[in-house]
């Protein structure tokens, strides 16, 4: 008996078989996923610390609060991304425990797939074309709603309008509102940044602002500072720093990649009669 409803008890086993029903499979195959990185990683003679672990948390946080990439050294909004976080996590019926496990998971696929990755020159001169490529200076205000985005684009149209202050006082991006909504340059290959985005502002005349542009579960009203030709730079002189863009790209990609070749190649005996037809049918319906 697991409580007592009415006078009528609740026994505890109706109440495990629905939640291995309903969620079991996916918190399984973290942990199938999760126990065979760990065997990766000590083949590889590498260490998860509780300090990746940590990081990988910070990430998700920052991928929350912004879908466009920002700069690592500059630490996370904790308390905004972890508000955002708890209304996701109880919008979707997810555990803080559970969600803690996929990070603990990320840790660990990070760490193999950073120690695994090689760029061909190939690769490294694609770089150098999205990195110096012509390129435009952005500023952006970033909201939750149309209608919010809509009031904004009005406020934009008065003549004494400052698209800086007004992305200070309102944008719900923290990583680039308390600069004035400034992007990071980019080019119009960098697929770091949302193509919506980069197709956007390509078109626009610098000095010129967007329509409200929807990317994810955010709006943005994009403004161009400037447009820069195509840098000036070696690639052999820029290699280091494109290698370090690839890895930044290519990384979680490639954790999505691994993430799926350890669930089907990891052996799994299943214990519970439940949680096996569970996890059975819902293969099946996979192939």
């Given at each position: 008996m697991i409580a007592v409803v009415d006078g009528k008890p609740i026994a505890r086993d109706s109440i495990i078989?629905?939640?291995?029903?309903?969620?079991?499979?996916?918190?399984?195959?973290?942990?199938?996923?999760?126990?065979?990185?760990?065997?990766?990683?000590?083949?590889?003679?590498?260490?998860?610390?509780?300090?990746?672990?940590?990081?990988?948390?910070?990430?998700?946080?920052?991928?929350?609060?912004?879908?466009?990439?920002?700069?690592?050294?500059?630490?996370?909004?904790?308390?905004?991304?972890?508000?955002l976080l708890e209304q996701i996590l109880s919008s979707r019926n997810i555990s803080r425990a559970e969600y803690l496990v996929g990070m603990r998971r990320n840790a660990h696929l990070r760490k193999i797939v950073e120690h695994d990755m090689h760029f061909t020159d190939a690769q490294v001169e694609a770089e150098f074309e999205r990195a110096y490529g012509a390129r435009?200076?952005?500023?952006?205000?970033?909201?939750?709603?149309?209608?919010?985005?809509?009031?904004?684009?009005?406020?934009?149209?008065?003549?004494?309008?400052?698209?800086?202050?007004?992305?200070?006082?309102?944008?719900?991006?923290?990583?680039?509102?308390?600069?004035?909504?400034?992007?990071?340059?980019?080019?119009?290959?960098?697929?770091?940044?949302?193509?919506?985005?980069?197709?956007?502002?390509?078109?626009?005349?610098?000095?010129?602002?967007?329509?409200?542009?929807?990317?994810?579960?955010?709006?943005?009203?994009l403004k161009v500072e400037e447009r820069y030709p195509p840098g000036q730079v070696a690639l052999p002189q820029a290699r280091d720093e494109l290698e370090e863009r690839l890895r930044r790209r290519l990384t979680e990609p490639a954790m999505q990649q691994l993430h799926q070749a350890l669930l089907q190649q990891t052996e799994v005996e299943i214990l519970d009669p439940v949680l096996a037809e569970e996890f059975q049918r819902g293969h099946q319906r996979q192939r």
């Open positions: 078989e629905l939640l291995l029903r309903g969620r079991g499979v996916g918190v399984l195959e973290q942990f199938i996923v999760l126990e065979a990185a760990k065997r990766e990683v000590a083949a590889r003679g590498l260490t998860v610390t509780e300090g990746d672990v940590s990081a990988e948390y910070d990430r998700a946080l920052r991928r929350l609060l912004s879908p466009l990439p920002t700069d690592e050294s500059v630490p996370v909004d904790r308390k905004a991304g972890e508000r435009v200076k952005v500023r952006h205000i970033q909201v939750a709603g149309l209608a919010e985005a809509e009031r904004i684009e009005k406020r934009l149209a008065d003549p004494g309008a400052d698209f800086a202050e007004l992305a200070r006082d309102y944008s719900a991006n923290p990583n680039t509102a308390p600069a004035g909504g400034l992007l990071r340059v980019f080019s119009q290959q960098d697929e770091d940044v949302p193509a919506l985005m980069r197709t956007t502002a390509f078109a626009l005349e610098p000095g010129r602002h967007s329509t409200p542009l929807r990317v994810g579960e955010w709006f943005h009203i």
